[in-house]
């Protein structure tokens, strides 16, 4: 026969916090799972520009990190020109790929960038390519070489950095241990620490962070050793 269990408020609390974060975090990151099985991911450190002429036709790259698609319309309204004749681009966002081709013929523009950008292994990037026409017509290949072309040139000479996903964690630790716990969360350089003392429990407190996925287990030992007690770990 089913037994009801009743949850202590502070736990609804730390577990929503926690339900939360990790929501957030799958919302972000989650399609990038199959790419990035390691939770970890390439992206560019900053916006870049790479600039070339075609047969008189002025192609201006520009690259740029983007956390999520809804920033992607963001980048792009701050750097499409407007007195350009064409604005075309890409991005990737996990497995999430959108492009556009801007008014050039159908695939000859958005899906070179597209490629490009999978090509460079770099992820949570946008790339737009700014044509000037200048009178002489490109031909469907040669569109193609040229927005695919000033794309990959671009991201090849880009400052890129190694991002690692979080983990969100909470632990139960006597008062008097929370000194000890906070040296070693410092070490392992943790983020977003919150402490709660209303855990309907004498002298423990409950702290939650986010710690790098890969350092979670190390520092889920190295408290325990510093602590020198069983102590209760939560993680999402």
């Known amino acids: 026969m089913p037994v009801a269990v009743t ?22 990151m989650a399609s ?17 520009t790479f600039e070339k002429e075609i047969k008189k036709s002025k192609f201006i790259a520009i690259a740029g990190p983007i956390p999520d698609e809804k920033s992607a319309m963001s ?29 050039e013929p159908s695939g000859t523009a958005g899906k070179p960038i597209q490629t490009a950008i999978d090509s460079s292994g770099i992820d949570r990037v946008m790339v737009v390519v ?65 402490q709660d003392y209303d855990t309907g429990k004498d002298g423990i407190s409950m702290v939650t962070f986010k710690v790098d996925f890969d350092q979670a287990e190390k520092l889920e030992d190295a408290i325990k050793a510093n602590c020198s007690r069983e102590l209760q770990f939560y993680r999402r």
């Open 7 to 28: 949850i202590p408020s502070y736990q609804h609390r730390i577990y929503a916090s926690l339900i939360y974060i990790a929501k957030a975090k799958k919302t972000t």
């Open 32 to 48: 990038t799972s199959s790419s990035n099985p390691g939770g970890a991911f390439t992206t560019l450190q900053e916006r870049v």
């Open 75 to 103: 980048f792009l309204s701050q750097v499409r020109d407007p007195r350009a004749t064409h604005n075309c681009w890409a991005y990737k966002v996990g497995d999430q790929y959108r492009s556009n081709d801007d008014g």
């Open 130 to 194: 700014i044509r000037y026409f200048g009178g002489i017509k490109l031909g469907t290949g040669g569109l193609v070489r040229a927005y695919g072309g000033v794309a990959s040139e671009c991201l090849r000479n880009a400052p890129t950095c190694l991002v690692k996903t979080k983990v969100p964690m909470g632990v139960e630790v006597p008062f008097e241990l929370v000194g000890v716990l906070n040296h070693q969360l410092q070490s392992f350089h943790v983020e977003d620490i919150k």
